[in-house]
Nanobody, 113 residues
Framework: QVQVVESGGGLVQPGGSLRLSCVTS????????MSWYRQIPGKERELLAV??????SYVDSVKGRFTMSRDNAKRTVYLQMNSLKPEDTAVYYC????????WGQGTQVTVSS
């Protein structure tokens, strides 16, 4: 059974940090491209970062503030988010893609004073 489970969201003040985790099971993790997305209500889901072949790329809006990392032994990816802004408020999703595509249920991040 495939599982993709995000955690680590919460309420943080502007300028603060959070670390999201995405723990997976049920598929050959090392072969999959892993990505982080976010979605604001009423808007399309936005791709933030992609890890593939040992390299990670970022969308411009988070470059320099967010860092994605991957631990194949733990079947887990992380998203370290620093210098958070109110506009980073969203539900954050983990995605696994290769022969099939899997999504987690999302974790809410709220940046507010």
């Amino acid at each position: 059974q495939v599982q993709v489970v995000e955690s680590g969201g919460g309420l943080v003040q502007p300028g603060g940090s959070l670390r999201l985790s995405c723990v997976t099971s049920g598929f050959t993790f090392s072969k999959y491209v892993m990505s982080w997305y976010r979605q604001i209500p009423g808007k399309e889901r936005e791709l933030l970062a992609v890890n593939s072949g040992g390299q990670t790329s970022y969308v411009d809006s988070v470059k320099g503030r967010f860092t994605m990392s991957r631990d194949n032994a733990k079947r887990t990816v992380y998203l370290q988010m620093n210098s958070l802004k109110p506009e980073d408020t969203a539900v954050y999703y983990c995605n696994a893609g290769f022969t099939q595509e899997y999504w987690g249920q999302g974790t809410q991040v709220t940046v507010s004073s």
